[in-house]
């Protein structure tokens, strides 16, 4: 048995541990948070430059071809320096969509400027509050012009091409629509996670072309998260390992009552509750990695549990950070929020940790009603 | 990445498969299977011996001891794929849990030559069944308080006269030997003053008392001791040098890879699937959902934990940190399950008659039995400490008492002046 990554895929994620702690320092992050951009420009097109953003592209469409499971490990380094760049959007779940069904004019023509960052992708599939079902999806396409409001997305406003969920003579597909071109107006949202910009797309005729077969849309689109959500949870692995390790050395360094407040019991547990939550994050990961790298039957299943579990431990860690913090964790200065605000904005991107919970059951049942 | 065996351990599986297919006692198949929590399914001690002899006579009783100490001779991987392989039939062996993971470690690191090659074939054949005298009632969590007395004779034969009471001790009502540590020396600090003996549970002056735990129960026991004669022979390390053994033996209960305590997980979604309500089975409720996707993914991590520390193994390497963490999550997890199993039963959730009782009354038993596991071999607590001292390096408790003489000590009933 061999259920652990490769001594090569390991050197991969120093190498990207060792750019990211050069090219992303929490200053970094923080010049995202505090200015007017909603993402690192130069940082995005170093990771493309350093063949991290095309990893999983094949070669003969400008990536690195090398596969999902070195993209999990540069997934958790970008996922512990919190980068303010757009790989979930662009690399997660454009580039995935792409090569899961798009064509090969659409590939040729949209994979390798993802895979060096020159272009960046959106995935456009919520209209509103509330959770994304297909039934929810009402932008519509008529010869091939795409109209509707999209909100939130990810990267809306920085995204040069988008995959976007909409009806065609009443059934969903995805479509592929050039931001750039007419029809499209864009608005940036604030949101809790500056870091990571929202936007609202609102498409009035905006030539699309359609991905995949009609009326796949919603199978194609559930497909292409998760894969997304397993590699997400690799980010929140990273950022939960990241805010343990914070808490941990203030805990050892702040003294309080004439001793380390890592000294006491109430501490000490919160931080093994964290360290237990991440490692049953990282271990579900893993598993999600193996389904991913391998495409196993089991994808599904492992997707929703790597979901469900990395969205708890990230969370768990960052709001427990705080804590271990105490009041300083609450001050603009400290980078402790920085976590709080990602760990919240990632558990709700790709879906709700509800909806994962849900579809975690459904699948279960399934596999259970399928070996009975 | 994968979960493929290498060659030589798939043709090891091979192997242990075809000896359990030939083997195994099958006539007990389907009641072990239907063993339900802390329950041998109705097996006698008999059944669980002939087939720890047999295990003994094919050198998987304790795959990974040495040959001449009873053992296979096994590598640690090859003693994961024999747990993996032994299946039900495991259930079996609970006999001889604490003697094979326990004592005959502790055996082997401290007793002489000879004793090894006499006590532990014995142990590992099931034809001795041991006991750790560990706990006392004033010294639980807090080891290393224990009070029960080893006193040297004077009669000069340098034999020890050993007085005091543990308790919690499973299967001493079964044993035939015991690991015992005691007190030797008072007035040195609490942990410097320990000695470590080994002793026929048949000695002149044990007592052994079941208790009746808080489930209605017994397998654990009280063990009195009145002026039992222990010859110095049976002592296992250095005078006062206790403390030290019994780390042997502590780290070898919690370095259990590969065995996966249960969690109830899987018994939960068979219920909730089965479950009738007006709307349809009880997995449809989305509040049901949301509580066993939490369930299913805690043990779901617990499993691929397990499998990155049987990867470690194969590749020759030792198990991280990570696997510190299973008891802690299982036996928390086993207890909430269990109350939510019962909640969704309705009133009838109170019933324990199995024949009357819903899924034949084994999350009312579930619910019972789980206090002892986030107690038993460290509690929730002292596990989370040995997480934050040992993996996350947070400083140790602050501990007034550390280098106090033992017998100044504050303790209950005898409060500081």
Do not use: F, R, V, Y
């Given at each position: 048995m061999n259920f652990d990554f490769s001594p090569e895929q390991k050197q991969l994620r120093d190498q990207a541990r060792r750019f990211l702690a050069d090219k992303c320092p929490p200053a970094a992050v923080r010049a995202v948070l505090e200015g007017?951009?909603?993402?690192?420009a130069a940082l995005w097109r170093g990771l493309g430059e350093m063949g991290f953003l095309g990893a999983a592209i094949p070669e003969e469409y400008g990536g690195v071809g090398l596969g999902h499971l070195e993209l999990c490990v540069i997934a958790e380094e970008i996922g512990r320096a919190l980068a303010p760049v757009p790989i979930a959007s662009s690399i997660y779940l454009t580039a995935e969509a792409l090569m899961l069904a798009g064509g090969e004019a659409q590939k040729q023509a949209w994979l390798p400027k993802l895979a060096s960052g020159e272009a960046i992708g959106a995935f456009a599939l919520g209209e509103g509050v509330g959770r994304v079902t297909e039934a929810s999806i009402r932008a519509t396409v008529s010869g091939g012009k795409l109209s509707g409001r999209k909100a939130p997305v990810a990267d809306g406003e920085i995204a040069d091409v988008a995959v976007v969920a909409a009806r065609e003579g009443g059934k969903v597909s995805l479509f592929l629509v050039d931001l750039n071109g007419p029809g499209v107006t864009r608005e940036t949202v604030t949101s809790i996670d500056p870091t990571r910009g929202q936007a609202v797309l609102v498409f009035a005729d905006a030539p699309a072309e359609r991905i995949g077969a009609v009326g796949d849309g919603w199978r194609l689109a559930s497909e292409v998260m998760d894969r997304a959500a397993i590699l997400m949870a690799f980010e929140q692995v990273g950022g939960a390992d990241r805010a343990l390790e914070m808490g941990r050395d203030y805990a050892l360094e702040r003294m309080a009552f004439g001793r380390q407040i890592g000294s006491f019991q109430a501490i000490k547990h919160m931080l093994a509750d964290m360290y237990v939550a991440a490692t049953l994050a990282r271990s579900n990961a893993f598993y999600g990695a193996w389904a991913l790298s391998t495409n196993a039957a089991e994808l599904p299943v492992a997707a929703a549990t790597a979901r469900v579990s990395a969205t708890e431990a990230f969370q768990l860690c960052a709001k427990n950070n705080i804590q271990v913090h105490g009041g300083m964790g609450f001050t603009w200065a400290f980078d402790c929020h920085l976590f709080y605000r990602r760990s919240n904005a990632l558990a709700l991107a790709l879906g709700s940790k509800s909806t994962w919970e849900d579809l975690l059951i459904d699948r279960l049942r399934q596999r259970n009603e399928a070996a009975a | 990445m994968n979960f493929d065996d290498t060659a030589e351990e798939a043709a090891f599986r091979t192997k242990v498969r075809s000896w359990i297919d030939e083997n195994a006692p099958k006539h007990l198949e389907a009641q072990l299977r239907r063993a339900g929590f802390a329950s041998s399914g109705g097996t006698t001690i008999e059944d669980s011996k002939a087939w720890q002899k047999k295990k003994y006579d094919a050198g998987y009783a304790c795959p990974s001891w040495p040959k001449e100490y009873g053992g296979g001779g096994l590598s640690p991987i090859e003693r994961v794929i024999w747990s993996q392989e032994e299946g039900p039939y495991a259930v079996l062996s609970g006999l001889f849990t604490i003697g094979v993971g326990m004592c005959g470690p502790t055996v082997m690191a401290w007793a002489s030559e000879e004793q090894k090659r006499d006590l532990l074939p014995k142990l590992a054949s099931g034809e001795h069944v041991w006991c750790q005298l560990f706990s006392e009632p004033a010294s639980g969590s807090d080891l290393a308080g224990l009070r029960t007395r080893a006193e040297r004779t004077t009669d000069g034969s340098g034999d020890w006269i050993i007085n005091g009471q543990k308790i919690w001790t499973s299967g001493a009502h079964r044993s035939d030997y015991g690991i015992l540590i005691t007190r030797t020396d008072p007035t040195l600090p609490k942990h410097k003053g320990l000695t470590m003996f080994f002793l026929s549970m048949?000695?002149?002056?044990v007592e052994v008392r079941p208790i009746k735990q808080a489930n209605g129960d017994s397998a654990f026991n009280e063990v009195y001791f009145t002026d039992v004669r222990i010859p110095d022979s049976q002592r296992l390390g250095a005078v006062n040098q206790g403390w030290e053994v019994s780390l042997t033996t502590l780290m070898n209960e919690r370095l259990s890879i590969g065995s996966g305590m249960p969690t109830g997980f899987p018994e939960l979604f068979d219920f909730c699937m089965n479950l009738q309500t007006e709307d349809g089975p009880a997995v449809n409720d989305r509040a049901v959902r949301s509580r066993l996707a939490g369930y299913a993914a805690k043990a779901s991590g617990l499993k691929y934990t397990g499998m990155r520390a049987i990867s470690a193994l194969s590749k020759g390497e030792t198990p991280g940190p990570e696997n510190s963490i299973g008891k802690l999550v299982a036996g928390a997890m086993m207890q909430d399950l269990a109350m939510y199993a019962l909640d969704l039963q309705g009133e009838a959730g109170v019933l324990a008659d199995p024949a009357q009782a819903a899924a034949g009354a084994r999350f009312q038993a579930m619910l019972l039995r789980s206090p002892a596991t986030r107690v038993e071999g460290g509690t929730d607590e002292v596990l989370r400490n040995i997480i934050a001292e040992r993996v996350l390096g947070l400083p140790g408790d602050i501990r007034v008492d550390k280098d106090v003489p033992f017998k100044d000590i504050p303790t209950s009933g005898r409060a500081k002046a």
């Open positions: 007017s951009h909603t993402h690192d | 048949k000695s002149p002056g």
